[in-house]
């Protein structure tokens, strides 16, 4: 089993910078790729970014891409989402997600990931 805790979320506002965290525990987590989704009210899990299990690759939604960075830090078991230039659309509750399986990664697709956190708030006021 893998445990997955967020970290770093809060209440920004628009224009402003925060860095989730998410930290691992329970297995290898170099042998993990790694993503961040985000869950708007009323609205279905989102793919955000994700992040190769080397850290070679990184992949971004469109909406995010330019503002956001996922980073990994294999030695720490932890991911990163450094978010830049915030908006109010950017409200969500945003959850990590860790990926064991060696066959294709279809890296935006929730069911693509074996384990989740728990979610951390973002709030993004205007």
């Known amino acids: 089993q893998v445990q997955l805790v967020e970290s770093g979320g809060g209440l920004v506002q628009a224009g402003d910078s925060l860095r989730l965290s998410c930290a691992a525990s329970?297995?290898?987590?170099?042998?993990?790729?790694m993503g961040w989704f985000r869950q708007a009210p009323g609205k279905g899990r989102e793919f955000v970014a994700a992040?190769?299990?080397?850290?070679?690759?990184?992949y971004y939604a469109d909406s995010v891409k330019g503002r956001f960075t996922i980073s990994r830090d294999n030695a720490k078991n932890t991911v990163y989402l450094q978010m830049n230039s915030l908006k109010p659309e950017d409200t969500a509750v945003y959850y990590c997600?860790?990926?064991?399986?060696?066959?294709?990664?279809?890296?935006?697709?929730?069911?693509?990931?074996?384990?989740w956190g728990q979610g951390t708030q973002v709030t993004v006021s205007s």
């Open positions: 997600a860790a990926r064991y399986r060696r066959n294709a990664w279809f890296h935006d697709r929730v069911n693509e990931y074996d384990f």
């Open positions: 992040i190769s299990w080397s850290g070679g690759n990184t």
């Open positions: 329970g297995r290898t987590f170099s042998s993990a790729a």
